[in-house]
DNA sequence: CTGTATCCAACAGGATACTG
DNA sequence: CAGTATCCTGTTGGATACAG
C-alpha cells in the first residue's frame, strides 16, 4: 500500500488516510486491536473471514505505514503479536466514529430480507 | 458496492463504514461536496485526477448508501448536482478528521525524495 | 503456530470514443 | 455538459497446499 499513499500525497490528505486505512478489514483489524496486543491466530478469528494471506498483508501495510507493530518472539512454537502503535491508537478513535455512523446512518435489512426474494413459502 | 455494504453487515459497523466509505476518491469527493453542492464538472476538477467513469460510479454508489443527493435539471445543456446527506455531512466530519489524521502521523517524504534513489550527482 | 507460494476469479480504474 | 460503452491492465482476495 506503500505506492498507494504516495500517490495519495499527491491528492488531499483525506486519500491518504483512504490508502491507508481503506482495505477490507484494515480499520476492523486495528479497531479489534485497540483493546490490547493480540497474536496473529487471535486476531484472525477476532476480526472474521480473512483469509491469511490477506490479514498478512493488511498487517503489513499497517505496519509499513506506522499504525501497528509486530512483535516476534523466538518460540517454539512461534509466537507473534500485533500491537497498536499512538498512531494506530488515534486511528482506532476514527474507527470507532465510523462504526457509530454505519450504525446510525446505514440502514439494516430485517432478519428475513434474503436479497431480493423472501423465503419460499 | 451495496454487495459490499451487506456482506459487511455480517463482520462489524467499522466494516460497513469502509464498505461505504472505503474507494478511492470516494471520502475525497464526500469533504469537497462538505462547503455545498457542486456540478458533476466541478466536482471532478476538485477532486484531483479521477476519470469520469469512476467517479460516476463512486458518484452512484455513495447515493445509493444515502450519502449523497443527485439533482438533475432539465435543462440543455444538461446540469446536475450533488449534495451531501445529513449522513454524509457525518461522514464529511470524520473525512476531515480522517484527513488530520494523516497529516499527523503519515510521514510526508521530502521534495526530492525520489524513491529509493537520490538524483543523479 | 505463523505464515508463504501458487492459482484463479472478480473487481477497480484509466483511456478513449461515443451519445443525448 | 454529463455521462455511457468498450477495452485493457493491475490489484484484490479466497482456496489450497506447503514451509519453518
Redesign the interface.
Known amino acids: 500500500m506503500r505506492d498507494a ?2 500517490r495519495a ?10 490508502a ?9 483489524t486495528v ?1 479489534k486491536l485497540a483493546d490490547g496486543p493480540l497474536r496473529f491466530g487471535e486476531l484472525q478469528r477476532a ?3 480473512v483469509s491469511a494471506k490477506t490479514l498478512t498483508r493488511q498487517l503489513r501495510a499497517l505496519e509499513t ?2 499504525v501497528v507493530l509486530r512483535t516476534v518472539y523466538p518460540e517454539v512454537p512461534p509466537r507473534v503479536t500485533y500491537e497498536l502503535t ?2 494506530g491508537r ?2 482506532a478513535t ?16 430485517g432478519p428475513d430480507a434474503v436479497s431480493e426474494y423472501g423465503p419460499a413459502s
Chains 1, 2 share one sequence.
Open positions: 499513499v504516495r500525497l499527491e491528492v488531499c490528505p483525506v486519500e491518504v488516510g483512504i491507508v486505512a481503506g482495505g477490507d478489514w484494515k480499520l476492523t479497531s476480526v472474521g473471514p505505514d506506522g499512538e498512531a488515534e486511528l476514527i474507527a470507532t466514529l465510523l462504526g457509530r455512523w454505519s450504525e446510525r446512518f446505514v440502514p439494516r435489512p
